[in-house]
């Protein structure tokens, strides 16, 4: 080939090489960005849950903070929280509904309205009658439950009783659909008998949340295991001792983010193994949180709550308290009652969580939560000269039946611990272990043997009647389900509760902190010790991480990945 | 061996229907009331009136128990779980691959592993091999195998990063949603460590159980008789002290392996493998009586079946036992 074809060839062979590296590169860095943008809004947010397995994850049987926290992501509300950090994530704004409900002047009416396009993951239209039928699983005497009854919506809801079954209609529930609550296209109208001011707060709970109009009734325990649903992800998946698989919504177009493409949780799975996988970022974090013999290692490894930190910390609306049963034995006696409070030791029961577990607390309102002022009552070191003082001839040799969870091995040590206490102030303990797995079984039978018993609340909502009246109001006691473990009944409180629950604004805030402290200074059915936190620990991979104190939890719905 | 074949076939069938008594009894009438716990929290005693009819729970014991069995014999179905309603026959087909998969591997592994070093440290009797290998043995019937497995997760999985940690994947190729790894790669490179810690506490005991019967069988007359005869010493292993060494190994793996099943949630559990053990454990604590009873029986089954196997397999290796039973 002659010398100027020779050039030619070898300036074309570099023009062409040229070409192919300018490509090359263009498509790598078109690459990176659909990479990088990929790592914004997408990716496979990996999930371990040692926690065990969800309770169930159908919305009207779901009652404990995992299944939640995965509703969350999947439910769509008329009311929610948005997905921010700290208090700006406490308040609810409108997600389905257009605005906050129209109220009739005498508070007994509440009227929603939708927004247009809502639809579930199956495309079908959401209306007013996706609502209302969430009110009627709730209350249907044909699920495997009946939570609303708990928290009194069969008595607030005009038509609730004869609906349930409950009241008046005990055992014979007489219509098909609850009178009080009425749905037309986008028009949600719910009827209440009485004033009940923390209602917007009570329907932004998960139990109120779309759900298709003619999702079926159940009787199983495990509920309906998937179904489509209209939030920013749906249910693809799931199986309770194995995976469950969120996609992401494509019908969903509100506020609220759906960054993973996919989230994956695994059910069942081994704390031990699950922290070494989070460690090397083959898991992304743990919905089980953090056992306590980890969460040291992990402070001073990655640090506290620091920015795109692995190691989080936050504070819960749960508050864990050792139950006293008012009913029975010695603990019918208020000044042992009393004495317990200045003889058992909060710091050492956190302690045994280990760090970073809790606050002490002495109260039953938490702070943040309206009415809450520190009352500061008792110390958080066993005081036992006081607690003796206090008790008198009432401690000296007192027969304490003391309850715990013999499957758990903190729990088993924290009885050990108040064992080790009670004994120290007089009294004569029996250890009553539970070791079938059934540990609220016995406390929620009226005329349980215990005297003394670790148990707790969590919000169901941020309204001190939830902790307050849900708890101890004696009126609601039956002969099993019971959530007033303290069998705590006193007609004087609960006149001043009712007084309380009518209340509003800052008339009702001073009622309860009222409540609140003649509780715990008057009657004394319990022993609070701590507000707990939540710890939690991520791989490298996790960005956006937005805690939610609601739902004890992060947000996973706008966790980022990659 | 036709006929010992056919005798202990009806052993076993008769072995089965002792199981399934057993079974029923212990879980269908022991219990106070199997309908409220089927029922739920907030049902009514009209409502549990219903299932216990349903659940054919008002009928005598002996009709109970027939439609039991012949629902087990003639449709294949075990119940439904009290929790989710789903047939037990389904959980337990999609549980029972990967239990067998970690038993049948382990045993793979631990006889791999036992066989040679039980020979060699009976042909080579107190030397450093022989020592070291009773070492090992102490230390694996001594350690529960949650500790084990844990120190295999931290030391391959984690430090040396050779294995995954944990998690399964099945070994057929699956692209279903809730299988987020499948094949036969996958499969294997998953269970590893599994197997490495279901071989650890069985090697043990099957290294000694070969070293004593093969240090025993190679005193026998006939292999002095043999090496007499010229035979080299790898012949007279293989052709005379192996097969007759090999008889008590087989009686002990047909048990173990159905002890195995039992012995399988420990590492089930360390590995979040969702196998029967693991399974049994959570319808046990949430009282899902169907679930327990099925996987009871069917772990029964493949007792039976294993051991099946094993007097055939034994009468097989040795003629004596056929012309005598």
Redesign the interface.
């Known amino acids: 080939m002659r010398r100027k074809h020779l050039l030619s060839l070898f300036m074309l062979s570099m023009g062409v090489a040229l070409l192919v590296v300018a490509t090359t590169v263009g498509v790598a860095s078109s690459a990176t960005h659909k990479v990088n943008a990929a790592a914004a809004k997408g990716g496979i947010l990996?999930v371990?849950q040692s926690a065990g397995?969800f309770d169930t994850l159908d919305p009207q049987l779901a009652y404990v903070t995992n299944d939640w926290n995965v509703l969350d992501a999947t439910q769509l509300m008329l009311l929610n929280y948005p997905d921010k950090s700290g208090s700006a994530g406490n308040v609810i704004v409108p997600e389905a509904a257009k605005s906050y409900p129209t109220i009739s002047k005498n508070g007994k009416t509440y009227t929603y309205h939708l927004k247009k396009g809502l639809r579930f993951s199956d495309g079908s239209k959401v209306t007013a009658a996706a609502f209302k039928r969430a009110f009627e699983r709730i209350l249907s005497?044909k699920?495997?439950?009946?939570y609303g009854?708990y928290d009194g919506l069969d008595t607030d809801l005009v038509g609730g009783q004869a609906f349930a079954g409950t009241g008046a209609f005990t055992?014979k529930p007489t219509t098909k659909h609850i009178s009080g609550v009425k749905a037309k296209g986008r028009t949600l109208k719910i009827h209440l008998t009485k004033r009940v001011p923390y209602f917007t707060s009570l329907l932004a709970m998960q139990w109120f949340g779309a759900i298709k109009p003619n999702m079926k009734y159940?009787?199983?325990?495990?509920g309906i295991?998937k179904y489509p649903s209209a939030g920013p992800y749906y249910i693809?998946?799931?199986?309770?001792?194995?995976?469950?698989?969120l996609?992401r919504n494509k019908h969903y177009h509100g506020f609220r983010p759906a960054f993973a493409k996919e989230i994956?949780i695994?059910n069942?799975?081994?704390p031990?193994?699950?922290m070494?996988?989070i460690?090397?970022n083959?898991v992304d974090f743990d919905m089980g949180g953090v056992p306590a013999t980890y969460a040291g290692k992990f402070a001073k490894q990655y640090g506290v709550n620091k920015k795109n930190g692995r190691f989080h910390v936050g504070v819960t609306t749960c508050i864990d308290w050792i139950a006293l049963n008012v009913s029975r034995g010695s603990t019918q006696n208020t000044k042992l009652r009393t004495a317990l409070n200045y003889g058992l030791g909060r710091n050492q029961l956190i302690n045994i969580l280990g760090p970073f577990a809790g606050s002490p607390a002495d109260q039953v309102l938490i702070p943040g939560l309206s009415g809450y002022h520190k009352l500061s009552l008792y110390p958080n070191n066993p005081n036992v000269s006081k607690a003796k003082s206090v008790g008198g001839s009432a401690l000296s040799g007192a027969n304490l039946d003391l309850y715990y969870n013999g499957l758990s091995q903190t729990r088993t040590h924290q009885a050990e611990l108040m064992q080790s206490e009670l004994t120290q102030l007089g009294a004569q303990v029996t250890m009553d272990p539970e070791s079938?797995?059934?540990y609220y079984g016995p406390l929620e039978t009226k005329g349980t043997k215990y005297n003394v018993a670790r148990a707790g609340w969590c919000a169901d909502y941020f309204d001190p009647f939830d902790y307050v009246n849900v708890n101890f109001d004696g009126r609601s006691i039956q002969p099993?389900?019971n959530v007033d473990y303290f069998y705590f009944n006193n007609a004087a409180f609960n006149a001043k509760m009712d007084k309380a629950a009518a209340k509003s604004g800052k008339a009702r805030a001073t009622a309860y902190a009222a409540l609140d402290k003649t509780l715990m200074t008057k009657y004394v059915p319990l022993v609070p010790y701590t507000v707990d936190n939540a710890r939690y620990v991520t791989s490298n991979k996790v960005h956006n991480w937005i805690y939610s104190i609601y739902f004890n939890g992060p947000d996973l719905n706008a966790m980022k990945v990659g | 061996m036709t006929a010992f074949v056919i005798r202990r076939l009806f052993w076993a069938i008769f072995l089965f229907l002792v199981a399934t008594i057993a079974a029923y009894v212990l879980f269908f009438i022991i219990p106070t009331n199997p309908a409220a716990l089927a029922?739920?929290?907030?049902?009514?005693p009209?409502?549990v009136k219903h299932i216990s009819h349903v659940m054919h729970l008002d009928l005598p014991i002996y009709q109970q128990y027939w439609l039991f069995l012949w629902n087990m014999v003639r449709h294949g179905s075990l119940g439904y779980s009290?929790?989710?309603?789903l047939p037990v026959r389904g959980?337990i087909r999609?549980?029972a691959p990967v239990t067998m998969s970690l038993v049948f591997g382990g045993a793979v592994f631990w006889l791999a592993l036992s066989i040679p070093v039980g020979i060699i440290s009976a042909l080579r009797p107190r030397s450093i091999l022989d020592r070291s290998a009773m070492i090992f043995v102490l230390i694996g019937i001594s350690a529960h195998p949650v500790w084990i497995g844990?120190i295999l997760?931290?030391l391959i999985?984690?430090r040396l990063?050779l294995t995954?940690?944990?998690?399964y994947c099945p070994l057929v190729p699956s692209h279903?949603?809730?299988?987020?790894c499948s094949g036969p790669l996958q499969w294997f490179e998953h269970m590893i460590l599994p197997w490495m810690t279901f071989m650890l506490l069985f090697a043990a005991l099957y290294v000694r159980l070969i070293r004593a019967t093969v240090i025993e069988t190679m005193s026998e007359d006939f292999v002095r008789t043999a090496r007499a005869k010229g035979a080299s010493s790898g012949r007279v292993l293989v052709q005379h002290v192996l097969r007759n060494s090999m008889l008590p190994v087989v009686t002990i793996l047909g048990m173990d392996l159905g002890l195995a099943l039992g012995g399988a949630v420990f590492t089930e559990?360390?590995?979040?493998l969702?196998g029967l053990g693991?399974?049994l454990i959570?319808a046990?604590?949430?009282?899902d009586l169907p679930v327990v009873t099925g996987i009871l029986v069917f772990a029964c089954i493949a007792v039976i079946v294993f051991n099946f196997i094993v007097d055939v397999a034994y009468a097989w290796l040795d003629p004596r036992i056929r012309l005598t039973t």
Do not use: C, R, W
């Open positions: 990996k371990n397995t005497p699920m495997f439950a009946q009854i055992g159940t009787n199983s325990k495990s295991l693809a998946a799931n199986n309770l001792n194995g995976y469950t698989v996609k994956l695994h069942l799975t081994n031990d193994t699950s070494l996988q460690e090397k083959q079938t797995g059934d099993t389900g | 029922a739920g929290k907030a049902a009514t009209v409502v009290f929790v989710n309603q959980l999609q549980d844990l997760a931290y999985g984690y990063g995954p940690i944990s998690n279903s949603i809730g299988v987020p559990t360390v590995f979040s969702h693991q399974q959570t046990a604590t949430s009282d």
